[in-house]
């Protein structure tokens, strides 16, 4: 072999190697970016879809509005280490008067309510005077509020901060009852009237489940969701 071939076998020796060595090393580069966004996008885009998907299939079933998805979701998400039978029972929500079957329940929440203008986004619960208002699910009582249109109501917010349960037209509170008191699911919050513009011949609770964020305070807008097909699945 010539001193010239020897050469020209060096140079394509090496030229071919530093080829190889660009297009693994390049290949590489494309793994280790591409694997660094699955890493990135995964945890938001997987963690709401899964239970999601199971809320909206559970409510399909019944044909009810599916208002109720993201208290579902957030229970789920709130739960994440807990077993599901416990996270189950303890954002089932318990019919919020005393001696009230889900059958006695009807949907009011989308009646029109001021002359048109805006939605119930509430049920009204009928009860003689005096039955016992209970709450629908553990919290702190965050305000005890006396307004022209509600009366005497209870702000209830759920100890991950997310949820407010609003109860209106009370016609007493229960003895001893303080705003900042932690309550239990199914606890005495007060009694069924009509304080406030409810009619004096129907006596109702006005019911309200509110989405809003563990920052906003209570008097803050936030996201109705309908109580009814939550009601009628409690036991
Ligand atoms: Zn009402």
């Given at each position: 072999m010539s001193i010239v071939d020897r050469f020209l076998t060096i140079i394509i020796t090496a030229t071919i190697t530093s080829a190889v060595w660009i297009v693994a090393g390049g290949s590489l580069m494309d793994n280790a970016s591409s694997a660094s966004q699955i890493g990135s996008t995964r945890p938001a885009e997987a963690a709401p879809s899964p239970?999601?998907?199971?809320?909206?299939?559970?409510?399909?079933?019944?044909?009810?509005?599916?208002?109720?998805?993201?208290?579902?979701?957030?229970?789920?998400l709130?739960?994440?280490?807990?077993t599901a039978p416990s996270a189950r029972s303890t954002r089932e929500l318990m019919i919020p008067v005393m001696n009230i079957r889900p059958d006695d329940l009807s949907d009011t929440y989308t009646d029109a309510r001021a002359g048109g203008?805006?939605?119930?986004?509430?049920?009204?619960?009928?009860?003689p005077?005096?039955?016992?208002?209970?709450a629908a699910a553990p919290g702190?009582?965050?305000?005890l509020f006396l307004s022209k249109a509600g009366g005497k109501t209870i702000y209830v917010r759920s100890e991950?901060?997310?949820?407010?349960h609003y109860y209106a037209?009370?016609?007493?509170?229960?003895?001893?009852?303080?705003?900042?008191?932690r309550v239990r699911r199914g606890q005495r919050l007060g009694t069924v009237g009509s304080s406030g513009n409810a009619s004096d011949e129907a006596p109702h609770l006005h019911?309200?489940?509110?989405?809003?964020?563990?920052?906003?305070?209570?008097w803050e807008p936030a996201n109705a969701l309908n109580p009814y097909p939550l009601l009628t699945r409690a036991k």
């Open positions: 239970s999601a998907t199971m809320a909206v299939a559970t409510d399909s079933a019944t044909g009810e509005e599916t208002g109720d998805d993201p208290v579902e979701v957030a229970a789920i709130d739960t994440e280490s807990a203008d805006r939605l119930h986004e509430a049920i009204d619960i009928m009860a005077r005096g039955t016992s208002v209970l702190t009582v965050e305000k991950n901060g997310t949820t407010i037209h009370l016609d007493q509170y229960a003895d001893g009852l303080v705003e900042g008191q019911f309200a489940i509110m989405r809003t964020t563990p920052e906003a305070e209570w």
